[in-house]
């Protein structure tokens, strides 16, 4: 009996002892503490605390079609929560189109949407400052907000809580995207009418004229007695006169933030004390990340992002931004019309990244290890880039040549050092380490869906639940 205890004793001693000596990783750790150390690097934080009213009329914004001049695609359509945010496309698909995304497909005369929905992850990060491909949203030292398009400033609302909210403004403005296009005289095209067959009365005003863009979309909001009583519920100390636009923009930012923040990945429990939080796979990418591999000079801070915008020779896929003038698209320059902005795009965040293919300004690769060897050797990965396995839809309106993929290396970011001699293993630990970069908790988002919206409009962008809708209205929409 007694000689029984003191095995079961000493078991106990060595077992325990063994889990306080320094593991194989204890190095590793020490390294990567310093580094954590030296870069200021801390956990996200949780999302600011809202209301609950302000949360729920930002929800329903964000999945109501009622925002589309052709109310037949609403920010989810494109930023769906089954897909991470995204669509799981190389380029978006706007109005017009047929079908939920990643099947998606373009209606009849309309255009690709030039760029790559990104995901929405972790927007209310105090770190924010710019949005968009070209950060043609941002928020200037002195605190106010800046917005751009091709055509110079544009005006703004005031009250805009933050740069997610100025962002909210510009889809529904955007022609591809959400608001539909004018009959064109010239051309004999008609222009857009609505599901029902009404006009579309948000599609006469100028491109660059968000405030009578915007106006037209609340008075349809404001339409709806189910939305008074949202807007007043969630801002119960304004008046109705006081309200406008700005306020739906900062409800609809409200919530993506409220919904998509996720502060659990491995890399953040690492950040916030716990050693086993990754792999000793994950720790050596990170190390590579911060280190020789030179990742973390653009991937920088807390988002894993500068926000600034470099050039790394992406493969140029789809139409561009200016298709009516050439196929390709300038990124930044477009904005700035600076020469060292030509082909710069906003260095990406990198969080929940497993979940968010295909990646790039464009979609322009499918996996993460395409992405970190064309940063390895932009041009071979540009040489040897495969247009074969690009969906038809954008594969047809892609115009690669040599002498577009030279003018971008010609101007390459100098930042860019990614040693080309990163061994497969190497590769693979960073891998590790972008994978630990994801929150297990963001990959089920579907509870975020609402079940119906104030418009009546279906949330839904399956085909046949259009057409049952449909049906169902014709009679009232066409007495
Ligand atoms: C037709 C598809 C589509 C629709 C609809 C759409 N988006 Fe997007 N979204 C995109 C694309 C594409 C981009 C990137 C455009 C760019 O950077 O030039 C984007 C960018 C964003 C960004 C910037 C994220 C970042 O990291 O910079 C946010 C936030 C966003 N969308 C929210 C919304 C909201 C809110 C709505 C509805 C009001 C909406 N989107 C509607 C496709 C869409
Ligand atoms: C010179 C700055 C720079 C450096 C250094 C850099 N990147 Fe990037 N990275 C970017 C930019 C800019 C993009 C987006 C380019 C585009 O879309 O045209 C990008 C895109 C990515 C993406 C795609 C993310 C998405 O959501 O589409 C990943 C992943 C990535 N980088 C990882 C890495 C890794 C890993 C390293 C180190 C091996 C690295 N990057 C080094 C600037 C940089």
Known sequence: MLRNRWWTWLVGIVLTLSACLPRGDAKLDLQLHEIIRTHGLVPLQPAPQASKAKIELGRNLFFDKELSGNRDISCATCHAPILATGDGMPLSIGTGG?????????????????RHAPSLFNLGQPEWRTMFWDARVEQTDDGSFLARTSQGPVTLPPGLENVVAVQALFPPSARAEMRGFKGDPMRESPGDVDIFGRENEIAKFQDNDIPAIWQGLWQRIVAIPEYVSLLQAAYPNTSAEEMGPQHLANAIATFQIDAYTFT??????????????????AKRGALLF??????????????????????????????????AIEHRDYGRFLITRRDEDLFGFRTPPLRNVTLTAPYLHNGAYDTLEEVIRHHMNPDQALANYDVMHLPPEVRQRTWISESLNRAMLERLDSMLQVPADLTDEEISNLLAFLDALTDPAAKELSKTIPARVPSGLPVSDDPDVIQGFLQEHAFVHHP
């Open 98 to 114: 047929v079908g939920a995304a990643p099947h998606r497909h373009l209606g009849p005369q309309k255009p690709l949407v030039g």
């Open 264 to 281: 659990r990945s491995p890399w953040d429990r690492y950040l916030a004390g716990d050693k086993h939080a990754l792999s000793l796979e």
């Open 290 to 323: 911060f280190g020789r591999a030179g990742c973390s000079v653009c991937h920088s801070g807390n988002l894993l992002t500068d926000q600034n915008m470099h050039n790394i020779a992406a493969p140029q896929i789809g139409p561009g931004k200016q298709p």
